[in-house]
Every structure is written in C-alpha cells, then in structure tokens.
C-alpha cells in the first residue's frame, strides 16, 4: 500500500470517523462508511496536491456524500413511494427523526388513498411536476381560477384525512 495513503488516513481518519459517528450510531455502519470515503481518497490521485485543509475538506464532503446516499438508500426501501418524498434536507436527522419522518410519510400516502384518481393527478401535476396554475388549466381545459379552487379543495381535504389518520380514527 502507498506511504502516502497510510499517512492521508493516520492524518484524517480521526475526525473523519468522528463527524460520522455524528450522524450513525451504529459503530459498524459508522466503520463501514468510513472505509468507502478512504477508498474512494485512495482512489482521487489528484487529492494528495492538496494542502492537509483541503484534504480533510475533500474527506468530510465524500462523507457528507456518502451519509447522504445511504439516507436516500433507505428511504427506497421504505414503503414510502419515491414520488411523495421530495429532496432530501441538507442536516441528517436522528433516528428518532427519521422514524417520525417516515411514520409521516407513509400516512400521507394512507391519506392519499383516499383522494380520487384525478385529485392525485392534480396535486401530482401541481407539487411533483412544479407546474403552475395556468399550465395546470390548459392541459384539464380549465380556468386558471377553478384549478386554483380544485387546489384548494384537495388540499383542505387531503389535510382533513391526513389529521384523521393522525388521530388515529382512520387507518
């Protein structure tokens, strides 16, 4: 193995493993990251020409990354369907975060149920295409004004649902 290697991780794998341990508990997941974020510097021919301040940055970035990636990892295997989880926050949540989260998650797609077809196809068109109002009103023959109020509706009633669930009076 390079000298040059061994040192890049004598030098960083301390604080390296310290900023994941922030954010996973588990000591073997938190070591397992930890070898792909020196893997992937062993594998960055170009980071050794950078100052130790550089190096450390690149490391905690590829971490950050990498933190990132198994995040969005696990919320596809989750039940949870890809197009109702929008991007993900810069800051990780705790556990118990992301048990809340997900809990959140999947009564919204409960409540979702509950809507018609062409609800589901409004708020789809509205919040997971980005489309506007009057984009909406053109492709449903519509006004501008009575997709707004469909908009409204939906959503007034999607939010009704989603607080019965909540509640627990519906399942």
């Avoid at 954010?23 to 100052?51: T, W």
């Amino acid at each position: 193995m390079d000298v040059r290697n061994d040192t890049l991780y004598d030098r960083f794998a301390y604080p390296v493993s310290k900023y994941i341990c922030r954010y996973l508990p588990n000591k073997q997941d938190a070591e397992d990251l930890l070898v792909e974020v020196f893997l992937a510097a062993f594998n960055n021919v170009e980071l050794h020409g950078l100052s130790n301040t550089r190096q450390l940055a690149w490391l905690i970035r590829v971490a950050r990354n990498k933190l990132v990636d198994r995040r969005r990892h696990m919320a596809l295997l989750s039940m949870v369907p890809i197009d109702l989880v929008q991007e993900f926050a810069d800051d990780i949540p705790t556990p118990e975060q992301h048990v809340q989260q997900q809990e959140s998650y999947e009564r919204l797609n409960q409540a979702l149920k509950h809507l018609s077809p062409s609800q589901r196809k409004l708020l789809s068109l509205r919040y997971i295409s980005n489309m506007n109002y009057r984009e909406i009103a053109n492709m449903l023959g519509k006004s501008e004004e009575a997709v707004r109020q469909m908009c409204s509706r939906t959503l007034r009633q999607l939010r009704g649902i989603y607080q019965q669930i909540e509640g627990g009076k519906s399942q």
